[in-house]
């Protein structure tokens, strides 16, 4: 596994991990609020013979820099997408998000589907509801949490939400990944708090506009149940698929069923 480096917008340049498949056509990874690149450890290796997996560190998230002025409305990740996607050589890659991550991937894509071969978007809102973005909005004002060690920070770890079915062992493997050391010793969260300001763009208008094949995967248990087939439906080639033994957390709860749904996708397009 290998670290690349991106330029996006903004003048930033994002970390981004590579699993491997170069040569190959891409496949571009984009996690959820609040995560990192290594939420999809479980499920990129499953594509390395078909495609050249990457998976990016969105601005303020994992190994990727924070900015110095709030930077985290949906049109900054979108534009960080279109900068890298048109300049990185690659070619049109399968672009894959969860949760804001396919949130930011459907807005893109309702712009910017001439650029991809496919997009994904996993257990994604097209658009927030005010209480939501009011809720983040007001627990990105409460302090960073800090820990004496990494083990007592791991301990800690919760995903957000905090309903999931992973196994303590993927939780574990996640929150290594998840913290870093200041200068004092302390361990603290990568993700820039910041991010859950959020000002999102909705996707509901743009999706007519994705023209290029399009899933969307639910999941079982999923809060989104009753949009979902509204969401697909508005895509001129949108499918819907639902992954069992799922919450939100699709790629930690049940990594295999999502993979099996998403082999089965990315075989018709080839």
């Given amino acids: 596994m290998e670290t690349l480096r991106f330029n996006a917008s903004d003048g930033l340049v994002l970390n981004c991990v590579d699993f491997g498949g170069a040569g190959q056509p891409p496949l571009l990874l984009i996690h959820g609020g609040s995560a990192h690149a290594r939420w999809w450890d479980f499920v990129a290796r499953a594509f390395t013979s078909r495609f050249h997996v990457l998976a990016?560190?969105?601005?303020?998230?994992?190994?990727?820099?924070w900015t110095p002025e709030w930077a985290y409305g949906t049109r900054h990740y979108v534009a960080d997408l279109l900068t890298i996607i048109t300049n990185w050589g690659l070619g049109a890659p399968v672009l894959?998000?969860?949760?804001?991550?396919?949130?930011n991937v459907m807005v893109y894509a309702g712009r910017h589907s001439d650029t991809l071969r496919a997009m994904v978007a996993i257990d994604s809102p097209a658009s927030y509801p005010d209480f939501a973005v009011n809720m983040l909005r007001e627990m990105s004002q409460r302090p960073?949490?800090?820990f004496d060690s990494l083990e007592e920070a791991?301990?800690?770890?919760?995903?957000?939400?905090?309903?999931?079915t992973a196994t303590p062992e993927v939780i574990r493997h996640v929150a290594l990944h998840s913290f870093r050391q200041d200068s004092e010793g302390k361990w603290s969260y990568k993700t820039d708090r910041r991010t859950m300001i959020r000002e999102p763009i909705s996707a509901w208008r743009g999706l007519a506009d994705i023209r290029c094949p399009a899933l969307y995967v639910r999941a079982e248990t999923s809060?989104?149940?009753?949009f979902a087939p509204d969401m697909v439906a508005r895509m001129p080639h949108g499918r819907l698929t639902i992954v069992p033994n799922s919450s939100h957390h699709?790629?930690?709860d049940n990594p295999a069923g999502l993979a099996t749904a998403l082999?089965?996708?990315v075989a018709e397009l080839e």
């Fill in 144 to 146: 960073a949490r800090r």
């Fill in 56 to 65: 990016l560190d969105q601005r303020g998230h994992g190994d990727s820099p």
């Fill in 96 to 103: 894959v998000g969860h949760s804001m991550g396919g949130h």
């Fill in 223 to 226: 809060n989104l149940k009753e």
């Fill in 250 to 252: 699709v790629l930690l």
């Fill in 263 to 265: 082999a089965e996708f």
């Fill in 154 to 164: 791991c301990a800690n770890f919760r995903t957000l939400p905090d309903v999931t």
